[in-house]
């Protein structure tokens, strides 16, 4: 059983668009975060949740809204997606906010 | 402001060398915790470990072991007799604590390990 999942593993998509990404974790883990990794694999966080409640925000658009409707799932919406949105978006999961966290594999956005 | 510098961009070694790779941190915490990650070409990331500021002992896994210094501000891990399997990009990380747990990520090594 995977750990941390997340749908899809690619997405390609237009301009202008919005778009979702999916991301559940069968830990039993209390803390999800979403990652940015850029073109650079340059690692910056976005979001971090603790208990379905928002913990952290790193000065991400307001595009990009997470949403968490329970501790095992943190799904990431982005609207009118922008050329600069092209990455590789990971989600994970940890204990608590201490400890190591465990990484999905991945979804590559790629906006043409 | 936390930071982690990976100085080393990408390294190129032939397998069964010994190949380090630095990773030099900046805190104002007293209290924090290190980490190493692998993302192999296939793109995930792998937790490699952990270590919190009061532990300073080094640590071995295999083939794996890391070095800890807190009087260089440093966390280096070296891989022993290098595979091809472990060509990869690694990372090492940083997060602060109590209650505050994302990492802060170097900007990786890209470790190349031909046969």
């Known amino acids: 059983?995977?750990?941390?999942?997340?749908?899809?593993?690619?997405?390609?998509?237009?301009?202008?668009?919005?778009?979702?990404?999916?991301?559940?974790?069968?830990?039993?883990?209390d803390t999800m975060y979403w990652y940015k990794q850029d073109s650079k694999k340059f690692l910056k966080i976005m979001f971090s949740y603790n208990n379905k409640e928002l913990i952290i925000?790193?000065?991400?658009?307001?595009?990009?809204?997470?949403?968490?409707?329970?501790?095992?799932?943190?799904?990431?919406?982005?609207?009118?997606?922008?050329?600069?949105?092209?990455?590789?978006?990971?989600?994970?999961?940890?204990?608590?906010?201490?400890?190591?966290?465990?990484?999905?594999?991945?979804?590559r956005l790629t906006v043409v | 402001a936390q930071k982690v510098t990976q100085a080393q961009t990408e390294i190129s070694v032939v397998e069964k060398e010994d190949v380090?790779?630095?990773?030099?941190?900046?805190?104002?915490?007293?209290?924090y915790y290190l980490f190493w990650y692998k993302q192999p070409p296939s793109g995930e990331l792998v937790f490699l470990i952990r270590r919190?500021?009061?532990?300073?002992?080094?640590?071995?896994?295999?083939?794996?072991?890391?070095?800890?210094?807190?009087?260089?501000?440093?966390?280096?891990?070296?891989?022993?007799?290098?595979?091809?399997?472990?060509?990869?990009?690694?990372f090492c990380a940083l997060s602060e604590a109590p209650g505050y747990s994302t990492l802060t990520f170097g900007k990786g090594t890209m470790l190349l390990v031909s046969p």
Request: charged share 20%.
């Open chain 2, 20 to 31: 380090t790779l630095d990773c030099v941190y900046e805190t104002r915490d007293t209290t």
């Open chain 2, 52 to 90: 919190n500021s009061f532990d300073e002992q080094n640590e071995i896994s295999g083939r794996y072991s890391w070095n800890f210094q807190k009087s260089t501000s440093s966390f280096n891990f070296t891989i022993t007799a290098s595979q091809v399997v472990d060509s990869a990009v690694y």
């Open chain 1, 57 to 107: 925000n790193e000065t991400v658009p307001n595009r990009f809204s997470p949403k968490s409707p329970d501790k095992a799932h943190l799904n990431l919406h982005i609207n009118s997606l922008e050329l600069g949105d092209s990455a590789v978006y990971f989600c994970a999961s940890s204990r608590d906010m201490n400890t190591e966290a465990f990484f999905g594999q991945g979804t």
């Open chain 1, 1 to 29: 059983d995977t750990a941390v999942s997340q749908t899809p593993k690619y997405l390609v998509t237009q301009m202008g668009n919005d778009k979702s990404i999916k991301c559940e974790q069968n830990l039993g883990h």
